[in-house]
């Protein structure tokens, strides 16, 4: 399957909806949108994953860069993850621990630093 | 015609696929539904299939993007292996090792690269070795001692 | 490790996969699969895939029917080449061809072998070629002029 | 997709509704459902393929095998098929002229050599 994408905003928040495969063939979408968005002003990302099928290491890398690009801009980037299976790759790689992770898009949108 | 099959082919295999393609990201996606497919026929547990399809994925990548770094012009080979009680898969590239493949995870959010988001191959490789409980990493299986051979298998119930 | 690329993997070649297989019935399937999902990223229409399934099918089920029978041990091989304009396959065989090749389609009712209910391989070429506007059989492309290279094409759009 | 097989009785009619694809890896256990249906007196057989999603030249080895064998006993084998590349399949191979081939189950059943 392939990937789909979606923005909206919430407040001075931005709701990138992902959905499919987060793979090494469709990874440079995610990662243009989310280029464009931090050159938009948009600091604040939730990406929401729960229609995620698929996630390898280029999409865990794609997801670092936008880390890293909004912290440069004191901004945050917050997932929302649910699947187990998805879950268990950002485990294996230790992001659990760089990136917050919410149950659900309220939750991240109403969460503070 | 020389012989297509690597020394990895060995005989008396029973049903052995080979897949190999030139170092396109796009031909990732078709090693994993090539790995998932006959993994499912060679009797691998439907649950353990998403990790099959991810393990196969994350070798292929690294490959791919190795090679697009070093010899876009070779092949990257799956040869998928259904044994008796175990399906083996082993893919094979033929690029030099980079460092980075011995590159731990804990600074994963530090070494990215920015400029293409390339999080070291050495992730893909944790990844694996996360994932899937019997895997190994042998190196010099190409020409002239280049490249490095991911072998993984899983239990079958056929 | 030998070059794994026979001579119809041509250099220049943008995207190209190759899949070779042990000659077991099972396999054919994993072939459809790979080349339509090949075909359809290189652009060949939707509405031809079925066709690219069912020639590429054809062409590897008389390549494994032949492989039983003579060279059990020895893959068949199917090359993908994502060509500007046009998807290219090739099948490649090693067996020995069966005069049963040339047989016609008329007299499919009489020659049809009760023992397996095997229709002469030379059928299923005739099927390719009923739907497949550029096709064409080469004799000779195994070892010691061996085997034949069924080889298709279709138009893309990309 | 895989083979699916059902058969049932219609008077001396023996219906054999065929789903999925019949294939060189398929094709030997619709061989076996017919070659049970002939050892088991049925020989006047209506194969229903109308849920056939792929049909390749081992399949047609097949019916025409199942039909060879019907005849010996003086029986037949009719086809119901409406779809229009799986009907291109037998026009290629000429078995238009081989088997009957009809629209619905209903007309095969009624159908009198
Ligand atoms: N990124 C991923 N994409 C798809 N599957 C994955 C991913 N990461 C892990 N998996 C694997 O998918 C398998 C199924 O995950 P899980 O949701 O736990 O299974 P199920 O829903 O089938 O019980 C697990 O073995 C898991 O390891
Ligand atoms: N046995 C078969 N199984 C599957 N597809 C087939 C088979 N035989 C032919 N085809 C091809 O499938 C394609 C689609 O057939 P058709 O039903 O006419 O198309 P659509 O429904 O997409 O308009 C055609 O090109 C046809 O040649």
Request: proline share 4%.
């Amino acid at each position: 399957m392939d990937l789909s994408l979606s923005t909206r905003t919430e407040g001075d928040r931005t709701i990138v909806e992902v959905g499919g495969e987060i793979d090494v063939y469709t990874a440079p979408r995610l990662r243009e949108q989310l280029v464009d968005l931090v050159a938009d002003g948009k600091y604040h990302l939730v990406v929401d994953m729960e229609r995620v099928d698929f996630l390898d290491s280029t999409g865990l890398g794609v997801l670092v860069g936008g880390l890293k690009r909004v912290r440069a801009h004191d901004g945050s980037l917050r997932l929302v993850c649910t699947q187990e299976r998805i879950l268990k790759i950002f485990r294996i790689t230790g992001l659990t621990k760089v990136f917050p992770i919410h149950s659900s898009v309220d939750e991240a949108v109403s969460a503070t630093e | 015609m020389t012989s297509i099959l690597p020394n990895h082919f060995r005989k008396g295999d029973v049903a052995t696929v080979e897949l190999s393609f030139s170092a396109l990201p796009a031909h990732v996606r078709t090693a994993r539904l090539v790995a998932a497919a006959v993994a499912r026929r060679s009797g691998v547990d439907e649950a353990v299939l998403d990790e099959v399809r991810l393990a196969v994925g994350e070798a292929c990548s690294r490959a791919v993007h190795l090679h697009r770094r070093h010899c876009p012009d070779l092949p990257v080979t799956v040869t998928l292996i259904d044994d008796p009680q175990v399906f083996r898969v082993a893919v094979t590239d033929q690029a030099p090792s980079d460092d980075a493949d011995a590159s731990g995870l804990e600074d994963l959010a530090e070494s990215a690269d920015l400029e293409l988001d390339l999080v070291p191959p050495g992730v893909g490789l944790a990844v694996i070795s996360g994932l899937v409980d019997d895997m190994s990493v042998e190196q010099g299986a190409g020409a002239g001692g280049q490249g490095v051979v991911v072998r993984m298998s899983w239990p079958t119930s056929a």
